[in-house]
């Protein structure tokens, strides 16, 4: 039978100032669980399913598990089983509903985990103390049976909680056994081998009662992004704590762990090194549960890990430990009446969801305060928010009154034009209904800005490019402005240098603000400077050469010098000839275009020099003139007296 329920996202007075619109969340039911009357009858098998469905993408079934109405008879009604069905109604029916009871053992209420699909379309998942494994038409096979289990704990142990696979087929889940305080992590690999990865029981992870390392796993997630596992380990009854004691106030106990495990350097021997993200306080955060239809969960987003607990939604960063933040806390409203409106005891998977937001359910609490409620975390979309402090919890609906109580979890389905489904299953009321498999349907949202380069120079253009998914009412801010179509490219040339940054904001269909950021270096234009002190020298002396840049590197002398040189720099440079010399100076920019000077000098000839005077004859002059002046004087006299004699 079809049930549709078309309701409005309901939030809490505490919670209104959150919302900016109401959207609308179609609620379909795809089928309804049997009773035993009605299996008795013939009807449909399989009753009250402990965790959602899983998608097959390789024939477009969901595949879920049953806890009970495998069979249609007393000996086999309480049995587990699987079912397979197309998720599509022809005149408000499914026309390939399928059951296959657990053949594996004879276990009642075997079927609590969570079922994985590997690369084959093969389906795993726990059957109590073996892991099944299940291809459409054939029979449920224990996907153990092959192996020597002696070395786990003597092969006694319990498959429990949430699994998860990775892209080689590796498979991931808990073991645990009460009795024995046992608790580890296995690995099956597609080769079919067993590995213990971690011991979660081992002695030096143990102080008196208290498992520091968490006691038991109660759900993982493989990272691709990290090729690690992150996980949830739990706390039982019968331990004194699970996790640190450190910073914890009296009468308060260590209530379970977030944890990672380091694929790359994980040990086959149970010792892998286990990193402690987060110790949840029980007063604080409640219990990290592994209840069969209220496990807790977690999943991963960007750097960013969000899950539940007991009686919180939280956050915690993968590296910076502390930025772990609790997003809502159930049951903490002022108003007695509104204490459990949204919700109480979270259950199951989280769903990271192609709208931007996570979605969860919890097993009770809302409006009736027992029939649960569907919740989601609308995720911060602004790049700004690098803390993701716009992260806020919302109520979407109840599950009162509607056609099947109880919800156990979520899981994520087929993104197609822009929509995308999740499904979800109900455990039901165990009065009116044994449960049921609903869907809903989320629009894609999403916004990509970019550009092909983060760095120019002034003078050039960048072009940024964006594409949004059913987003609207697009505006640019920051170094840019105006409306802006829902994609588009644009070429933006700046007008001065320096960080420019290129904000483009849009809304999705529930008015949310997307926003992101694209951030430009413009650089100054590249400049070289080359001088020199003259441009005339005679040869025998010297010309100093200076230069200075700027955004320019890899210098390189030419012509009459030569080698690389610095960015900027002076050099004296004595010519060994005459002539017109050349001095070229090549750097290049980023784009490795080049910018060349030349300084041309003229070097002239040095002057002949001036011959040598030749000797002058030597001049007694001046040793004899005295002698002579005396013998010239002697004869003027003699002279004299002869003429005055002869006038006698």
Known sequence: MRHTFKLALITSALFSANLASAAEINLQQLHAFGTPPTIMMGGDKGMMPAKPPTLNTHNGKLIGTFLSGGGSDFATLTQSGIYSFTPQLTEGELTDYTTYINEVNNDTLAFVTNTVVDSQGVVYGGANRTLFKWSEGEVIEDALSHLDLSSINGGDFRVQGLMTIDAQDNIYFAAYERGSDYSALLRLNSEGEIAVLIDFSRDEYKQGNIFTKGEAPASLIYSEQDNAIYGLAHKSSKSDGAGSTEGLEDGDFPSGTLFKLDLTNAKTDGSSEVQILKTFSNNLHGLIDDHTLATNSLVESGDWLYGTSAKTVWRAHKTNLDAFTVLHTFGSEQNEAETNLNGKTPAGPLVVAADGNIYGTTSAGGSDDNSGVLFRINLSTDARDLDKEQDNFQLVLHFADQASPLPVGLTA??????????????????????????????????????????????????????????????????????????????????????????????????????????????????????????????????????????????????????????????????????GNKSYILTCQDNDQTDYVQTLDILVNPAPEPEPEPEPEPEDNSSSGGAFGGLILALGLLVGRRFRNKIKS
Do not use: M, R
Not at 424 to 452: I, M, R
Not at 493 to 508: F, N, T
């Open 413 to 578: 389905g087929a993104l197609v034009n822009g929509e995308q489904i999740i499904y979800g299953a109900t455990n039901g009321d165990a009065v009116n209904d044994t449960g049921s498999v609903y869907q809903f349907t989320v629009k894609e949202h999403a916004l990509e800005f970019n550009t092909q380069t983060t760095e120019i120079t002034l003078g050039e253009s960048v072009e940024v490019n964006w594409q949004s998914t059913n987003l609207s009412q697009c505006t640019a801010s920051g170094d840019w402005q105006g409306a802006k179509e829902a994609s588009g490219t644009e070429s933006i040339e700046p007008s001065s240098e320096g960080e420019k940054s290129y904000l483009l904001s849009c809304q999705d269909t529930d008015q949310k603000t997307h926003v992101q950021l694209v951030n430009v270096v413009v650089n100054p234009k590249p400049e070289l400077n080359f001088t020199s002190s003259v441009t005339e020298i005679t040869l025998g002396e010297s010309v100093e050469l200076n230069w200075q840049t700027s955004n320019l590197s890899q210098c390189t002398a030419s012509g009459d010098w030569e080698g690389t040189k610095e960015t900027s720099g002076t050099e004296t440079i004595e010519p060994s000839t005459d």
